[in-house]
């Protein structure tokens, strides 16, 4: 393996590296039905992630009385509730989401959000 | 990201305590939230696997049960157009998990040629209306639906109800019947074994041949082909090498005529070239002759070949020529009348009509015939035979068909086709039906259930519906047991007062029946106008119906249709065990044929099983 080879593996892999670092935000938004602040859950959180996350989010949403089961594994007391599940650390959001800049800080995101 | 704060647990402080805190601002969390009136419902972990969530408000709960279990599919949306709740239906019919559904924009659901109509009934301040769409499902096929919008007004949020109705079944069910219609068509227009016009569709083609060569002063020819002993054919070599020869001089007529020319099959052996825009006789001449020669090439089969010859005749009608035939049928009759010549004359040859010298027996025969009818109804010289129809899944004789026959004054049997045209023509069928009308109220009056023909002539007379109420009222007969078969064709014929008189006589509690169902034109809009309660399967889909998937396909298409309009069928001419179970199983309803009973001179009393 010549040098340049061998610098261009480490470049590879490091880039590998890199992209696992700003892996996309995983969040799972508990709700139940269409109540009012389930509603406004689902559309603040929507805004959100499209304003600051675009690209980078995978948004789940789950009507716990639809789909009870999917409670499982979580620690969820209430609905709506925003569970970031990556990155780490596992960080949750409890209400409507309408103060959004709490929303951010809550998930750490406020490092990573454009200048809005 | 790298550089963010990454929340590793502290080393200095044991797991359990971190656990703890985490639990601890996550319960924290949560007060806040019911605090500000933000939490719609609590979720609590028992011994049981799913979590059980309880709304804090329960006032929906009856609704939501309701539209949990809808059929179709519903949907809340915001303003903005996310899906902010969908029941379980619509994550059925898009194929996807309910939280691959909440959430999205409803648009990214529907097929990209839909989205406008969608926004137009659905759009901020127009919410309201109904629009079919298509709904992409996961594996990316159209769902067609019907999509119903109406605004829903929550705490000053204009959100949006939709639901969509799956269309699926409905979108099949049309299909079927579209596909039944065009092969009704075709097999009402066409001959099955060559594919040629049938005599439905010449008559047709003569009649607008005769009216443009009126207009343009242009001769048309007629040529009517026989072939000469095509029965020992058939007796020697079997049905199917019949059927390779009909073939073969089908295809080798259409091979020596022009695309403009009409090559029709009349059935058996009989064909006919229809020769429009022709200068003289002589164009038509010249045709049938090269007709000849291309029929007295030997036709190779499948076992070495055959050689036959056929009769031709010639009819030519010119419309500057006075007394020249004018109208399909004289043509017709010109042409079949120079064809008999030819064959008289010992066949393999070809005959022009010629008024002078063409023997036409026909006007002769015609006299005789009415004076034969004349003298039955006058010296009770008409019978009705019986033939039993059964209801295929039992094999019990439901009722009886009754049909007519001539016995002559020498006490031969004649049977109704060589009366009942005569008698059509010469205005005397009127008084026959009404013989038939008696003779069956006579028998309904004694429990029997029976089903009558009427002619053309007769369906639609006021006359005749007033002597039907009559002798029903005077026999006091349970209408019931009265089925009135009329021809498709006859309905047809005038569909206005064929539905009047169909109208009456079901409000009078009599039943009706179409008969010979799929030969005629019927449309499907008449078809609905008709109050109909049996559609008769002509014996001509029934005969090799075990055979031909093309018959199967129409049978199964009749019954369709049947079940579509709430009708039953009954099936004509079924001769064979194999035959009736497969009618039962195509789902046909009754059937009658010499498997069953032929018909039969009625003797004491019909034997019939009690309906259910």
Known sequence: MTIEEHARTLASFEQALAALETDDYELTLFVSGASE???????????????????????????????????????????????????????????????????????????????? | ????????????????????????????????????????????????????????????????IFVENMRDGAATVSEAGIVLYANRRLAELLGRPLQEVIGLPIASFIAEPDRPGLEAISGRGKAGGTMEAGLLDHGARTVPVRVNSSALDVDSHELLCLTFADLTH?????????????????????????????????????TQTLARAGRAKTSTGLIFVDLDG?????????????????????????????????????????????????????????????????????????????????????????PTVPGSPATPDRLLQHADAAMYHAKSLGGA??????????????????????????????????????????ELATGGVVQHELLLRMRDTDGDLIPPL?????????????????WVIREAIALATRGHRVALNLSAASAGEPEVLELIERELTRHDTDPGN????????????????????AA?????????????????????????????????????????????????SVVRAIVALAAGFGQQTIAEGVEDDATAAMLCDLGVDYAQGYLFGRPAPIVGELAQVALR
């Open chain 2, 230 to 318: 095509f029965k020992s054919v058939n007796d020697t070599g079997g049905h199917a090498v019949g059927d390779a020869v009909l073939r073969e001089v089908a295809d080798r007529l259409q091979n020596v005529v022009r695309p403009m020319d009409t090559v029709a099959r009349l059935g058996g052996d009989e064909f006919v070239v229809l020769l429009p825009a022709l200068e003289s006789a002589l164009n038509a001449v010249n045709v049938a002759q090269r007709i000849a020669e291309n029929i007295d090439m030997p036709i190779a089969l499948e076992h070495g070949t055959r050689n036959v010859t056929a009769s031709i005749g010639v009819a030519v009608s010119n």
């Open chain 2, 504 to 552: 009456r006589l079901v409000e009078m509690g009599c039943r009706f029946a179409l008969d010979d169902f799929g030969t005629g034109f019927a449309s499907f809009t008449y078809l609905k106008r008709l109050p109909v309660q049996y559609l008769k399967i002509d014996i001509e889909f029934v005969r090799d119906l075990v055979r031909s998937p093309r018959d199967e």
């Open chain 2, 482 to 501: 009265l089925v009135f078969e009329i021809t498709e064709t006859t309905a047809m014929q005038n569909i206005d007062r064929g539905e009047v008189f």
């Open chain 2, 349 to 390: 040859r070809t005959e022009i009509f010629d008024a002078d010298r063409t023997p036409t027996t026909f006007e002769a025969n015609r006299k005789t015939w009415v004076a034969r009818i004349r003298t039955a109804l006058d010296e009770d010289g008409f019978e009705l035979f019986a033939q039993p129809i059964v």
């Open chain 1, 37 to 116: 602040s389930s509603a406004q859950a689902i559309a603040n959180i929507r805004a959100l992630c499209d304003e600051h996350l675009p690209g980078r989010h995978q948004l789940h949403i789950v009507d716990l009385h639809q789909q009870p089961g999917l409670a499982e594994g979580s620690h969820v007391l209430a609905t709506p509730t925003l569970v970031k599940d990556h990155p780490l650390p596992l960080r949750m959001v409890v209400g409507d989401m309408s103060d959004h800049g709490r929303v951010l800080v809550a998930l750490d995101v406020a490092g990573a959000a454009s200048p809005s």
């Open chain 2, 170 to 206: 409905q979108r099949a069910q049309e299909r079927e019947i579209a596909v039944a219609q065009a092969a009704l068509t075709e097999q009402a227009t066409h001959d099955a074994l060559t594919g040629l016009p049938n005599r439905t569709l010449l008559v047709d083609r003569i």
């Open chain 2, 1 to 64: 990201m790298s550089d963010g704060p990454r929340a590793l647990p502290d080393v200095d402080q044991p797991a359990e305590t971190v656990l703890l805190q985490a639990r601890l601002s996550e319960a924290e969390e949560t007060l806040r939230a019911i605090r500000n009136g933000e939490v719609d419902a609590l979720v609590v972990r028992d011994a049981t696997p799913d979590a059980q969530v309880f709304s804090l408000s329960s006032a929906d709960r009856p609704y939501r």
């Open chain 2, 418 to 434: 060589s009366f009942l045209p005569t008698a059509e023509r010469c205005g005397l069928i009127g008084e026959i039906d009404r």
